[in-house]
């Protein structure tokens, strides 16, 4: 192979005007227009390879990440994928403590979204030139490759170097196995939010929650937060579409304080809710293991919104909770992705990654095969959320058959979009965010 | 008093070639441009009353923080500062929680900074319209307007309005004579961060801890982080300059790991640090609280890069720190700074406001004065950092005189910059930047 340089970076503001259906709606985030800042690496690769990442917004304010992501380019332009892919963990290191840039964050908020996209964008170059899956490239990297492409400062107390070697060399063997497994069960097993969105009428929730039982969903989840008899109601709804049998999971998306979440909750599990996601803020791990002692048996889930790997560490040190959802461009692309899930795996939580937006599902699918194939073994009370929206605009979608994932073929993260898509809903030269193209959604005024 | 609508919002990105001097330089920010997100509300007074705020970076990255101001802009223009001060905390959580701008926090890093920028714009603007230094403001104000300001959501389970209410209530006597008090001395105690810079060299640094000696400082912090033998040679030299009588903190920068602080701690505590100040990330609570209890009798401080109230709240919870360090931009303005005054006080902790960068010494000597004159009645283990640097670029700036800040008098927060100031040194366009003018300076390619 010969080197590949990063010629250029591109960014892009594209965004769907998913308020008109109020899409995505949950406690918290009333009128979500879902959208992402994405990155285009283009190189001097003769076949034309580039490499794609992006990381999911809410709408206004994807011109601000737009412009994080600008101010990192110089880190990246000029550089080869080979230098970078020799010194993984250096490379995440210097964007993530670019000694000016670190004052933003550091290592949250815009700032790491925006490391997040342009790392998974390396990556991306990185698997199409391997011409593999992003999770095949994990799986067959040496133990001693993963654990160098992790930064391991402010974690170290936690899980050292070492420790994280031994746990990924323990699982060496029997990969090709958990594979073919993978392979024989049609996929790594999915959830759907889709009919569970706050902002949906009763009976649209109850004719979704069929269908979705109809489609093989075992798992199905539902926003709570605003009104505990409102959400009394729709739980009770759900509980009768979907039987006895069938799991059901909560989301607060962040609405409620400590006491409050304890007191819902008191109301809420007669449902049996297998777990309660986001009671409270990302940022509270004590108020999240309050929380868990006084709520269980039901289960606490949190991790879209955790801002990094030392916010996970100390919710698994405080044993705060039971579900680890990690979110791919939330945290810092997949280096520290690779942190979360091996500090997951010491501490024996298991990982069901945050999905939905735009493109998580196509990003995550690989982080949980790569868990299950090279990290725990197992998929155990593990499931990775599906919501069945914005696929179409993906040149590799995500596809989930019987409520279960399908195993990625292509090359790459599975993120790159569609030319056309990308056109559309750029914001807001694009023909979607045309006058009169969109009434009712809610524009930024950026 | 007639409404006071507000017209108009500009942002402008501010910076200053610091990295030429190295002043400012520590353990992780090895070569900053000191700059600033600056904010002024115009607004329709026939006084030509504006309201300025501004939150510090680091020189690289200010336009992205721009970005998000301009984003929270129509949140603003067009009300009257009537409507903003009869429901602060609506306002507030408007800003920290708009539905689909809390996705890039919420409410930590950029976004937060920007709301930090924007929320003290507002205070100023109301301090001047009220004709009073933001201090005497706050302390005028009735206890339950105070608690008004603040959105308990997230910190409820540890302070509730109704315990702020008493706290501030109890302390209502009184006011005047601590007035008089902090006149009497001449002013509010300060510590001197000028001589400790990790970019000096050591006969700098000696030379300058005399000065500050014979300055009347009797507090002086030195960084230290990356090379512990190097730190004890330094300690060693500042402890010979200021005596044993004199205190000397330390200051890490984050740059440890929770081990690596432990050790470092033993070599270092040879010279007696008051505090060591950032021993490591500013998101682990749980960290904090481990070093606290093997380094004691050495205190822990830590706050400059704290995210919000919900990551001090923990770091009381947890007995975590024993000096809360504030950030008046860091934190989301005023609204919240009154919110982790209040939590400390409950827990007992004193606050000891970060400051140098731009601006934050004429920030934070307001919020001292109030946590004295209305919070904690006391100024004892209670001293506020001073850099002297930069301040010639404001209208009011923070005068120190024998080792205290002196009281404030004009009208406001003390933060609005010269006009002249402000052109020299915008960036990219201001004559300080301009070919050949800051040969050496990290200029940012954005």
């Not at 001097?44 to 809410?58: E, H, I, R």
């Not at 989840?221 to 059901?248: C, F, H, N, S, Y």
């Not at 791990?285 to 991790?303: F, Q, Y």
Request: with cysteine.
């Amino acid at each position: 192979m010969s080197p590949l340089e990063i010629t250029s970076l591109d960014v892009r503001d594209i965004r769907f005007p998913t308020s008109l259906s109020l899409d995505g709606s949950d406690a918290m985030h009333t009128s979500p227009d879902y959208s992402c800042a994405y990155v285009t690496l283009e190189t001097d690769s003769p076949d034309g390879l580039t490499g794609c990442g992006l990381t999911f917004t809410n709408g206004r304010g994807t011109e601000v990440v737009v412009a994080a992501v600008r101010a990192f380019a110089p880190l990246v332009v000029g550089r080869t994928l080979e230098q970078i892919t020799a010194d993984m963990r250096g490379f995440w290191r210097g964007l993530a403590s670019e000694d000016q840039l670190r004052w933003l964050g550091p290592e949250k908020g815009v700032i790491h979204l925006a490391t997040g996209a342009i790392v998974n964008a390396v990556w991306d170059l990185w698997a199409k030139a391997e011409r593999k899956p992003l999770f095949r490239l994990l799986c067959d990297l040496e133990p001693r490759q993963i654990v160098d492409a992790i930064d391991f400062r402010y974690i170290e107390d936690a899980l050292s170097p070492a420790e994280a070697l031994e746990l990924l060399t323990a699982m060496r063997g029997g990969r090709a196995e958990r594979l073919a497994e993978l392979e024989r069960l049609g996929g790594y097993p999915a959830y759907t939010t889709s009919a569970g969105w706050l902002g949906y009428s009763e009976d649209k929730i109850v004719s979704l929650a069929r269908e979705a039982r109809s489609a093989g969903f075992t798992h199905m989840k539902m926003k709570v937060g605003q009104d505990v008899a409102a959400d009394a109601r729709r739980a009770a709804l759900i509980r009768e579409a979907i039987g006895p049998t069938g799991t059901l999971m909560m989301d607060a998306n962040q609405f409620w304080g400590v006491d409050e979440a304890i007191a819902a909750m008191e109301v809420l599990g007669r449902f049996d809710p297998w777990w309660i996601e986001e009671p409270t803020s990302p940022d509270d791990v004590l108020g999240h293991a309050r929380i868990r002692r006084e709520v269980a048996p039901i289960r606490v889930a949190t991790g879209e919104h955790v801002q990094n790997r030392v916010i996970f560490k100390q919710l698994f040190q405080a044993e705060a909770i039971d579900v680890c959802q990690i979110d791919a461009c939330r945290l810092g692309g997949v280096n520290e992705v690779l942190a979360v899930i091996l500090l997951a795996a010491k501490f024996g939580v298991p990982v069901c990654p945050h999905a939905g937006g735009v493109g998580l599902c196509e990003y995550v699918q690989h982080l949980a095969m790569f868990d299950y194939i090279a990290v725990s073994g197992t998929t155990e009370g593990r499931i990775v959320e599906w919501v069945d929206h914005l696929h179409e605009h993906f040149l590799h979608p995500a596809v989930v058959i019987e409520g279960r994932y399908t195993i990625p073929t292509a090359a790459g993260y599975s993120i790159e979009m569609l030319p056309g898509s990308l056109d559309r809903y750029e914001f807001p030269s694009g023909a979607a965010w045309a006058t009169g193209a969109q009434d009712g959604a809610q524009i930024t005024s950026a």
